[in-house]
Nanobody
Framework: QVQLVESGGGLVQTGGSLRLSCAAS????????MGWFRQAPGKEREFVAA????????SYADSVKGRFTVSRDNANNTGYLRMNSLSPEDTAVYYC????????????????????WGQGTQVTVSS
């Protein structure tokens, strides 16, 4: 069983940066794909980024490519999402998720493929 706890959200001005953390418990985290998703008010949850268990493979939504960086520190059971050049369109609750999804593929982009989720952290970008 893997339990995930996000932190690092907050209020930031347009153009600012934040780094989200996802602290995991459970020995299997280091073998799991880790994904980040977000849900804005009135919108469906959407894929943001994901990284393979090793951190060597990553994938990003087009809307965040070049601005966000996903990474992980398996020794400390923690994942990260570095967000730069934030805009009001990035305002949402951000969730980390984890599961054994193997090599990069379409399963990474689908929230329904992840069994383990954090509670979410709010990111608000003011204009």
């Amino acid at each position: 069983q893997v339990q995930l706890v996000e932190s690092g959200g907050g209020l930031v001005q347009t153009g600012g940066s934040l780094r989200l953390s996802c602290a995991a418990s459970g020995r299997t985290f280091s073998t799991y794909t880790m994904g980040w998703f977000r849900q804005a008010p009135g919108k469906e949850r959407e894929f943001v980024a994901a990284t393979s268990w090793s951190g060597l493979h990553t994938s990003y939504a087009d809307s965040v490519k070049g601005r966000f960086t996903v990474s992980r520190d398996n020794a400390n059971n923690t994942g990260y999402l570095r967000m730069n050049s934030l805009s009001p369109e990035d305002t949402a609750v951000y969730y980390c998720a984890a599961d054994n999804l193997g090599v990069p593929g379409s399963s990474w982009f689908r929230g329904s493929m992840y069994r383990h989720w954090g509670q979410g952290t709010q990111v608000t970008v003011s204009s």
